[in-house]
């Protein structure tokens, strides 16, 4: 089997240069990716995963990964409380909304309580710990983006929290407002 | 050159099936899209766009397409409006949040006036025109989330607006809080 081999060019139909395979003509069309992540409280306290991997292993960080297809932001955000804490999480609300254009992520960050005491290092996470707040160890945060949502979740705290719309309850978008289906490739 | 051909399976170091090509292993990870918009106004009028393209051609939209690679979600909507209406937007801020797990979207709505009375058709719209709400034509409305995002902005216009936070002022996630620069691959 050869390698992998892709050449940067414009497709006939596009206006951007996409990454099209030398061999079969398959275009890669890189997207942004989307982060979901949770700011997870209990009994006053805050859940952060020492990373285990790179980048910035050793480092804390809230549980968070990329969203899978065909799940929502916050079954995504649960996930990866399950899979990098072995937490259990109730979702509050949607807390921020980040962009990282350098890297190309938007970063969708939730507000969660714990559903359970219970909690554990995933395969991802050297530690998982409940941090008081003034205990928290902000030289050995990992991103900038772990700093920004745990200092808008102090804000939440306070009740001056805004919200932002979502999806109407009950609603996931396959049906219009008279109830008719809409196509599969529609949104 | 062989036409593109991939199999479903699951690389060793995953958890979920991935498309991988037949020839060179190469893995396409399938990701969910973004999706960036506007409900823009002008003088208490709706900017809407006849769609000239499927799916739902000659059907109402807001201005919305796909978020670009290294793009701010803010930067996209207003190209999207530029590329369909040729219009110049002001972005006043994030009205809401959507997601479509069933065709893996995640749409992030703006709410936006126009800087300049001038706007007209691109390549992907058969119309462009301004609407009076009462004059909208709901029947007519392309998307589930058409319909959302407009009566979130009538909720929005009324002054009971919850607003998200998002990066704070002048940071894209490039240095950490003490001023340090974050490595490429890091958020």
Redesign the interface.
């Given at each position: 089997?050869?390698?992998?081999?892709?050449t940067l060019r414009t497709p006939d139909d596009d206006s951007?240069p996409r990454k099209i395979?030398d061999?079969?003509?398959?275009v890669?069309y890189?997207?942004?990716?989307?982060?979901v992540g949770s700011v997870v409280r209990h009994e006053g306290r805050i859940l952060l995963c020492r990373r285990a991997i790179?980048?910035?292993r050793g480092f804390w960080t809230i549980p968070a990964g990329?969203?899978?297809?065909?799940?929502?932001?916050e079954?995504g955000a649960r996930r990866e409380a399950k899979e990098e804490a072995e937490a259990e999480l109730e979702i509050e609300r949607?807390?921020?909304?980040?962009?990282?254009?350098?890297?190309?992520?938007?970063?969708?960050i939730y507000r969660a309580r714990l559903r359970s005491p219970h909690f554990a290092a995933g395969p991802e996470s050297l530690d998982v710990r409940l941090f008081d707040p003034a205990e928290i160890p902000?030289?050995e945060?990992?991103?900038?983006?772990v700093?920004?949502a745990l200092?808008?979740d102090f804000?939440a705290e306070t009740g001056a929290a805004?919200?932002?719309?979502?999806?109407?309850p009950g609603?996931?978008?396959?049906?219009?407002?008279?109830g008719r289906p809409?196509?599969?490739?529609?949104?």
């Open positions: 089997m050869a390698e992998p081999s892709f951007l395979c061999s079969c003509g398959f890669a890189d997207n942004p990716k989307i982060v790179e980048p910035r990329y969203l899978e297809l065909n799940e929502t932001p079954d949607l807390l921020a909304v980040y962009s990282v254009p350098r890297i190309s992520q938007v970063q969708l902000l030289e945060l990992a991103f900038p983006s700093h920004w200092g808008h804000e805004p919200v932002p719309f979502s999806n109407p609603e996931s978008g396959n049906r219009m407002p008279n809409v196509a599969h490739e529609e949104s």
